[in-house]
């Protein structure tokens, strides 16, 4: 069981639109990545480790698993983007690319978490690799999560101006098109990965009126008035659906902060 939660403002009160709404979408399999940064050239005998390979600079590569040292540091990170990717053991684990004139990044072919634990280290007087010693500095390995089952825990809406305000909560008709300010939902296990529901205030075109309202709720012309929906065993959200916070008045802007479970 994995929890994420968000506090965000919403930026309308018009009356009969979505104020927020809360994404679902299945979120693709990630390969591990990381780089290596040079600081200057690197010095004959230097080495750096992708899993059980090691690589070492030479100033003329004698084998596959040499690389030949260049003119510049730009040289070298060519030379070195080569060798990976043509090396008979490298080139079938891994891809390097080139990121800039002295950086490379190494990703491993397999997506899933299988790359973070894929040793990635340097023995280099002028260079740098990220990852703490295995790949996914960069880039974190994830799994695919299209079977990930998302429910809705708890809501907390509170207004931000002395305007009476009705709110409720419902499925959508159509879920909104091209979200213009879309937030992630954040860990509360930094361990937990990334959550396959975002959330929004904005959109190209706004979620439809749902047909009924799971919940409703008033709140008086108060600034600060505040109430909290809680779901004990939670509203589920099916992958690439979504349940939108309707605005059934004028309402004033609000404070929403939402809870929910992915297992």
Same mark, same amino acid.
């Given at each position: 069981m994995r929890r994420f939660s968000i506090g965000r403002r919403t930026t309308d009160g018009t009356t009969a639109a979505a104020t927020l709404e809360i994404r679902?979408?299945?979120?693709?399999?990630?390969?591990?990545?990381?780089?290596? #940064?040079?600081?200057?050239?690197?010095?004959?005998?230097?080495?750096?480790? $992708?899993?059980?390979? !090691?690589?070492? *600079?030479?100033?003329?590569?004698?084998?596959?698993? =040499?690389?030949?040292?260049?003119?510049?540091?730009?040289?070298?990170?060519?030379?070195?983007?080569?060798?990976?990717? $043509?090396?008979?053991?490298?080139?079938?684990?891994? !891809?390097?690319?080139?990121?800039?004139?002295?950086?490379?990044?190494? #990703? *491993?072919?397999? #997506?899933?978490?299988?790359?973070?634990?894929?040793?990635? #280290?340097?023995?280099?007087?002028?260079?740098?690799?990220?990852?703490?010693?295995?790949?996914?500095?960069?880039?974190l390995g994830k799994e695919a999560s299209v079977n990930t089952h998302t429910k809705i825990m708890e809501i907390t809406i509170g207004i931000v101006n002395a305007t009476a305000s009705i709110f409720g909560l419902g499925r959508p008709a159509a879920r909104g098109v091209t979200p213009t300010t879309p937030a992630d939902m954040l860990g509360e296990n930094n361990i937990d990965g990334t959550s396959i529901v975002t959330t929004a205030v904005a959109w190209a075109t706004g979620p439809t009126i749902p047909t009924a309202f799971f919940r409703r709720a008033s709140l008086p012309a108060t600034a600060g008035s505040s109430m $909290?929906?809680?779901? +004990?065993?939670? $509203?589920?959200? +099916?992958?690439?659906?979504?349940?939108?916070? *309707?605005?059934?008045?004028?309402?004033?802007?609000? =404070?929403?902060?939402?809870?929910?479970? =992915?297992?």
């Open positions: 679902t979408g299945a979120v693709a399999a990630i390969s591990a990545a990381g780089t290596i #940064t040079l600081t200057g050239q690197p010095s004959a005998g230097n080495t750096f480790k $992708i899993n059980n390979t !090691t690589m070492t *600079w030479a100033a003329a590569a004698a084998n596959e698993s =040499e690389i030949t040292i260049g003119g510049s540091a730009e040289l070298s990170i060519d030379a070195a983007v080569t060798a990976i990717n $043509i090396h008979t053991v490298l080139s079938l684990v891994c !891809t390097a690319v080139k990121v800039s004139t002295d950086q490379l990044k190494i #990703t *491993w072919d397999a #997506t899933g978490v299988i790359g973070n634990a894929i040793v990635f #280290t340097e023995a280099m007087a002028n260079a740098t690799v990220n990852g703490n010693g295995f790949l996914g500095g960069t880039t $909290i929906w809680t779901f +004990p065993k939670g $509203i589920i959200v +099916p992958i690439d659906n979504s349940m939108v916070i *309707w605005n059934l008045a004028s309402n004033s802007v609000a =404070e929403v902060s939402i809870a929910i479970e =992915e297992q």
